[in-house]
Nanobody
Framework: QVQLVESGGGSVQSGGSLRLSCAASGFTFVIYCMGWFRQAPGKEREGVAT???????NYADSVKGRFTISRDNAKNTVYLQMSSLKPEDTAMYYC????????????????WGRGTQVTVSS
């Protein structure tokens, strides 16, 4: 069955870095857009970054220049390198997959992981 398993979350201080990974299985990874989304308590889920099947990234304005999304099709894995972290980046981060890349439409992605928590302290 389809599985998306996130890892790499944790607690860091403001200005620190984390690298999230998402290992995918159960579907043809190379033909799917992959995305990272996040949801903070009391807030709606929002798009962070997506990467197309042609390796074209797209970022939310709030993370441009600080986060980098990448994919390794040989390993069926997508990554999110996060640098210069801020307290407002604190959230549960989710990996998702769909045939279409839509940063602003998280709820229509086909497959989701269970998330990994990122906490940034000031």
């Amino acid at each position: 069955q389809v599985q998306l398993v996130e890892s790499g979350g944790g607690s860091v201080q403001s200005g620190g870095s984390l690298r999230l990974s998402c290992a995918a299985s159960g579907f043809t990874f190379v033909i799917y857009c992959m995305g990272w989304f996040r949801q903070a308590p009391g807030k709606e889920r929002e798009g962070v970054a997506t990467i197309s099947i042609l390796n074209v990234p797209n970022y939310a304005d709030s993370v441009k220049g600080r986060f980098t999304i990448s994919r390794d099709n040989a390993k069926n894995t997508v990554y999110l390198q996060m640098s210069s972290l801020k307290p407002e980046d604190t959230a549960m981060y989710y990996c998702a997959a769909d045939r279409r890349c839509r940063l602003g439409d998280p709820w229509n992605y086909a497959y989701w992981g269970r998330g990994t928590q990122v906490t940034v302290s000031s």
